[in-house]
């Protein structure tokens, strides 16, 4: 086997991210006992021992330590000099499967797409909305190339490229007086209803864990991961809390009143799997959803009505 197989050594940062064999099998989607052979194979040829194997899994040895150290800067040269050529090469086509959150819909997700149409008419866009826990496991399980993840969704065996970050908002109906003054405290997500979404969410995770700073519980009416909680929120069920984007996203239009939470943001990354390298198409649309998503100016203090909060 030879030491400069480059799919090798993904395979070996896969294991050496996942701290498994097993989970990292799992991620790349080939066979334990095969993987196992492979590392085994890639140690044989280097004369040296990478992992430790133990009851909980696999850690590095020190010339694993080193091996994963120069894999990673050598991969990240490679994929630096395949996309530079990709850009100088015939123009991509094919499919593309990729997922975004539906709230970075109309702030990204269509004007990227309008754009990508026009320069790449020869890839067709297969795009997967969903929560970020939803689209990260679909990244696991290889049925799309990237996504737009919340920054706090765990994975070392993404890779993760600096999106956009956001301030999020409490939204509530038309005319709501509590939302008066365009800016709430975290404080007031205990004194109002509140329509979330369930757990595992990264909003969710990020809602509680701003309340626990506080000292406050989120008074929580409904769970919903679909987009119920717009006409919910519109017929005065109670609040929700979404990033900006939402306001001229699943919101546009609707009038409801909207108010900046203080010291609440989220940041979402472009995420992909390290052991996997990105297409050309792939590439291309990174680019552009990057290009487009900032610098953002901050967003103005969003006022009672929805027509203000949306262009706010």
């Not at 194979?41 to 590095?60: I, N, Y």
Request: a neutral charge; one cysteine or more; glycine letters at 8%.
């Amino acid at each position: 086997m030879a030491v400069d197989d480059l799919r090798l050594w993904r395979q070996f940062l896969a294991v050496a991210d996942a701290g498994s064999m097993s989970r990292a099998a799992m991620e790349l989607g080939i066979a334990q006992p095969a993987l196992s052979r492979k590392i085994g194979d890639l140690e044989a040829a280097l004369g040296s021992r990478l992992l430790e194997r133990h009851s909980r899994g696999v850690s590095l040895t020190p010339a694993g330590e080193l091996f994963k150290e120069r894999a990673e800067r050598i991969l990240d040269d490679a994929r630096d000099l395949r996309e530079a050529v990709s850009a100088r090469s015939d123009r991509p086509e094919g499919r593309l499967a990729f997922g975004m959150p539906p709230s970075l819909g109309m702030a990204l997700t269509v004007p990227a797409l309008q754009r990508f149409r026009d320069d790449y008419p020869a890839v067709v866009p297969e795009v997967m909305e969903g929560t970020s826990r939803a689209l990260r496991d679909d990244l696991l399980a290889r049925r799309i190339e990237f996504a737009a993840i919340s920054a706090i969704e765990p994975g070392r065996e993404l890779r993760r490229q600096p999106l956009l970050t956001e301030d999020v908002y409490l939204i509530g109906p038309p005319g709501a007086t509590a939302l008066a003054d365009g800016h709430v405290t975290p404080e007031r997500l205990a004194d109002l209803p509140l329509i979330l979404t369930a757990r595992p969410n990264s909003l969710r995770a990020l809602v509680d864990q701003v309340a626990r700073a506080h000292g406050v519980r989120p008074n929580v009416v409904i769970e919903t991961n679909t987009r119920l909680v717009v006409p919910l929120v519109c017929r005065g069920m109670g609040y929700t809390v979404l990033s900006r984007a939402a306001l001229t996203g699943e919101f546009a239009g609707t009038g409801v009143a909207a108010a900046r939470i203080a010291g609440f943001q989220v940041s979402w990354v472009l995420a992909s799997l390290r052991a996997q390298a990105l297409s050309p198409a792939a590439i291309a649309l990174q680019h552009l959803l990057a290009e487009i998503a900032g610098p953002r100016p901050a967003p103005a203090a969003a006022q009672p009505q929805g027509a203000s909060a949306s262009s706010g």
